[in-house]
């Protein structure tokens, strides 16, 4: 479906986009995970055919986006990262206006439209203004929105980033759905549980470079431990701890709040620690998570925290 | 770029445009208000002065015409700028962008949007000002002064050049400026000069014969050219994602 090679995209001096390689199959759930800046939008940009590469090869749907942009975006779904509605007009007349632009027939539009906003469940908000709207219906929306021309690919660019807990349910819900109807889908993200939740197979970036590729299972068994200790010292004590059980488990990571320990057991390296005498002021156990899994390979967290 | 991109694009500006209260009153009362008070002016004039010569009368009623050329100049950037910088702040270019559309019809859809409107609100005012003018000045000049030669050039020729001149001068503006306050203000500008020639009609200094009416949109043309250039070149899917951001 989509294949680059060497992808590079530079603005003036800056790199953004470093010679990335990757593939995505057909039907397939991609997942690109990296903090802010990695690059994700633009690389999202690039395979949306909107941005032009600066090298590199890059095949959408077995055409090269230079030459073929208004072929391969007719079969491409676009959610980009900032929720762009026409604020002005109802839920409806925005995806009837849009899927307009795709040169659709008006008769097959006005049942799609309806279908649409069953499948984003807005049907009550028909004509509503988008306005008014929450944030979760306006992400679902664009997600219906980006589905008007049926794309073959759908690109998802942080589809959750400022939604609550339970919006951000309710639309990975819909998003499984289009995985059961067969549509490829490459998400951006850097949220780890939502990578988990919706990537069957990811790529980790960061600084424009891929750290890693696999499935969220495989990133974790092949980058971190099974389990992972999070103990708590105080923000003082927490290096010269750090120092004296350096050689407690596989490695540690003295993050500014806590000490991670990886280690395939964490209760026996939680057993070692105590019995040297420290007493942390808390201590966790719990199994390694993509997070960790950036953590290793960057020395830096996914979210600034 | 296609008739039926085009037309969508144009559509959802207009339809977007038609929702905001300040546009429809701007489209609306800017007109209308010109074209009962200036017939009104001419009423005034020749009850006061019963000896008036009706060359002064015929001069009030030509350069009263062109007082419209303000609303011609002025109305397409209170839609331009919600379509262009609004949109460029809200980011709904973006997804548009995502759509097989070309920018060239995305360009042309919005200046159809912010012409079309304008020049239907200012040729159905312009009438009604010929029609009330013709009756107010009927006792003095015994014959209907509106239309003449000249009207058609204004309304037909300068008046769609102008229009379009102020499009492409929104269209700059809107690369460079982030807001929508700010651009109509610079857009106001394009004012000063038409504000100019009026004045000086008036004045008259200058006559606003056909001759001089043909040059004006010949001069207005050629900016249109120089001036579309440079807007497409602004308006390229690469430059709106890069730096309209
Ligand atoms: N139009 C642009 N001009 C210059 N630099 C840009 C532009 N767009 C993005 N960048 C830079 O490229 C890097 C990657 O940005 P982006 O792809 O948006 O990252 P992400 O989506 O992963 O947060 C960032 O450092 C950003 O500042
Ligand atoms: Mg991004």
Known sequence: MIRAQGLTKRYGDF????????????????????PNGAGKSTTMRMIAATTRRSSGELEILGKDPNRSGPEIRAHLGVVPQEGNLDTELTCAENLYIYGRYFGLARGY??????????????????????????????????????????????????????????????????????????????TTTHFMDEAEQLCERLMVMDRGRIMAEGSPQQLIREHSTREVLELRFGSQRNAEVAAAIADVGSYQEALPDRILVYAEDGEQALREILSRGFDPLTSLVRRSSLEDVFLRLTGRTLVDE | ????????????????????????????????????????????????????????????????????????????????????????????????????????????????????????????????FMLLANREAASLLHQSYFPRAETWILLLALMPAAALLTVNIDILISARVADVRSAQQIAGLVVLPVSGIYVAAQLGSVQLDSAVLWIMTAAVLALDAITLWAATRVFDREEILIRWG
Do not use: C
């Open chain 1, 15 to 34: 790199t953004a986009v470093d010679s990335i390689d990757f593939a995505v199959r057909r039907g397939e759930s991609f997942g690109l995970l990296g």
């Open chain 1, 109 to 186: 539009l006005k049942l799609k439209v309806e279908e649409l906003l069953a499948f984003a469940q807005l049907e009550e908000k028909r004509d509503v203004k988008v306005d008014e709207l929450s944030g979760g219906m306006k992400r679902r929306l664009t997600i219906a929105r980006a589905l008007v021309n049926e794309p073959e690919v759908l690109l998802l660019d942080e589809p959750t980033t400022g939604l609550d807990p339970q919006a951000r349910h309710i639309l990975w819900d819909r998003l499984f759905r289009l995985r059961e109807q067969g549509v490829t889908l490459v």
């Open chain 2, 1 to 128: 770029m296609r008739i039926d991109d085009v037309a969508a694009i144009a559509g959802k500006d207009l339809r977007a445009a038609w929702t905001r209260k300040g546009i429809r009153y701007g489209l609306g009362i800017f007109p209308l208000l010109s074209a009962f008070s200036l017939p009104f002016v001419v009423r005034l004039v020749i009850h006061q002065r019963p000896d008036v010569a009706p060359a002064v009368v015929e001069d009030l009623l030509r350069s009263f015409l062109f007082f419209f050329m303000i609303a011609v100049s002025s109305l397409p950037t209170a839609i331009a700028s919600y379509a262009l910088i609004g949109e460029k702040v809200e980011r709904s270019l973006e997804p548009l962008l995502a759509t097989p559309i070309s920018v060239g019809s995305v360009l042309l859809g919005k200046m159809i949007a912010a012409v079309l409107p304008t020049l239907i609100a200012v040729w159905v005012a312009s009438s009604v």
